[in-house]
T-cell receptor, first 115, second 112 residues
Framework: AQSVTQPDIHITVSEGASLELRCNYS??????LFWYVQSPGQGLQLLLK??????LVQGIKGFEAEFKRSQSSFNLRKPSVHWSDAAEYFC?????????????FGAGTRLAVHP | NAGVTQTPKFQVLKTGQSMTLQCAQD?????MSWYRQDPGMGLRLIHY???????DQGEVPNGYNVSRSTTEDFPLRLLSAAPSQTSVYFC???????????FGPGTRLTVL
């Protein structure tokens, strides 16, 4: 069955430090991969997506992610974290079924940023 | 454009009551979905629609009904609310099957 695992429930970093959020997926075909961010009390906003091509994808707010097929991973990175990055981050895999790209989400990683 | 809107923002129901969560989008998107978000479980797909008049079940459809009479609207109905349906509900839309899904702000539902 398809699944997404985000091993870290909570992560705390200092402002200005680098960040890596881990995501592993299980899907038999070529995956469509997404990272979304959710600020408190808000809906989800897309940070970046991978469909094909270059395995290093750039997103909004200075985030990037690297698709590694051999490791079934799609880790999110940012070189220098800002206090405004404190939020919950969700990795998702799109599973095409019945003409619709159903998203399967990980449980999320909550990021706290210390000044 | 307002994007994806959801009403109400908050709702408290008693067990057995019925209600409809409203979702509307003004982007002329064909694809719309309902998700529920529970602590430690991410978002799970309840129902989805690939166009007006076409709906299908997602991962957790039991206890919920949907219909899609127009491109803009995709209401979610709870026929007989249960405490297990206490959750935050998100509606999303996308222009194609593969494109980014745009999410609404959510409805926080509590069933007593």
């Amino acid at each position: 069955a398809q699944s997404v695992t985000q091993p870290d429930i909570h992560i705390t970093v200092s402002e200005g430090a680098s960040l890596e959020l881990r995501c592993n997926y299980s899907y038999g075909a070529t995956p469509y991969l997404f990272w979304y961010v959710q600020s408190p009390g808000q809906g989800l906003q897309l940070l970046l997506k991978y469909f094909s091509g270059d395995t290093l994808v750039q997103g909004i707010k200075g985030f990037e992610a690297e698709f590694k097929r051999s490791q079934s991973s799609f880790n999110l990175r940012k070189p220098s974290v800002h206090w405004s990055d404190a939020a919950e981050y969700f990795c998702a895999v799109g599973t095409l079924s019945g003409g619709y790209n159903k998203l399967i989400f990980g449980a999320g990683t909550r990021l706290a940023v210390h000044p | 454009n307002a994007g994806v809107t959801q009403t109400p923002k908050f709702q408290v129901l008693k067990t057995g009551q019925s209600m409809t969560l409203q979702c509307a989008q003004d982007m002329n998107h064909e694809y719309m979905s309902w998700y529920r978000q529970d602590p430690g479980m991410g978002l799970r797909l309840i129902h989805y629609s690939v166009g007006a008049g076409i709906t299908d079940q997602g991962e957790v459809p039991n206890g919920y009904n949907v219909s899609r009479s127009t491109t803009e609207d995709f209401p979610l109905r709870l026929l007989s609310a249960a405490p297990s349906q206490t959750s935050v509900y998100f509606c999303a839309s996308s222009s194609t099957s593969y494109n980014e899904q745009f999410f609404g702000p959510g409805t926080r539902l509590t069933v007593l």
